[in-house]
């Protein structure tokens, strides 16, 4: 197998989290020059925050962990913390700058596309690397994303149903994102199995 089609489903899952953070701290940052001055310093240290927890995952993405998954485990939970942190600080922020309603909904759009895309990119990479094996083994590959990629699309369509409905609270969208975000894993989860699992047989034959 190529390096270039080497595929970790650990940097895969880095990469999802990691394009979520930037997406919200762009809106985030475009909104943080319109803070009250009284609440502006606030504001400013949980930016600051939000983009020390980014820089650990980025960090991470530097790392090639591939099938090593008692060292993923350990850095996983450290990760999980990390995103645990940051998204506690993304509710801080607009808590203190008051709950902006289109600003809100522009963070949550803006993590929703994030969040479809990572699983596109993911889907094309899988798809361009089982482009290699023998036929049989390439019809596997494609037909699990194909089931998988069902699971990301339903996802996606409860985002946009939540998009949609205008003045939801932070909390309500932060819910739904993470349950849209699970359904995104586990799609993941699918499709790289089913990748390592072809990639094993195609080996053998």
């Not at 094309?124 to 094996?133: D, G, L, N, P, V």
């Not at 996606?156 to 969208?173: E, I, R, T, Y």
Request: charged share 40%; net charge negative; no cysteine.
């Amino acid at each position: 197998m190529n390096k270039k089609n080497d595929i970790s489903p650990y940097t895969e899952w880095v990469k999802s989290r990691l394009d979520e953070m930037e997406a919200v701290l762009k809106v985030v940052e475009n909104t943080v020059e319109g803070v009250a001055a009284d609440t502006r310093k606030n504001a400013d240290q949980t930016v600051k925050d939000m983009k020390k927890h980014r820089d650990a995952f980025k960090a991470k993405l530097k790392d090639e962990y591939k099938d090593d998954a008692k060292a993923w485990s350990e850095t996983s939970e450290k990760l999980e913390k990390e995103w645990d942190a940051f998204e506690d600080d993304v509710d801080a922020y607009w808590k203190s700058v008051g709950e902006k309603s289109d600003a809100i909904e522009d963070a949550f759009k803006a993590q929703a596309e994030a969040q479809q895309k990572a699983w596109n990119d993911t889907a094309e990479r899988i798809r361009k690397a089982a482009a290699e094996f023998k036929a049989d083994r390439d019809a596997e590959v494609d037909a699990a994303v194909a089931k998988a990629d069902l699971m990301a699309q339903n996802a996606g369509a409860k985002l946009g149903h939540m998009g949609d409905a205008g003045k939801a609270s932070w909390a309500a969208l932060r819910s739904a994102l993470t349950e849209s975000r699970s359904a995104f894993d586990a799609a993941n989860t699918k499709a790289q199995a089913a990748f390592k699992d072809a990639m094993k047989k195609n080996q053998k034959t």
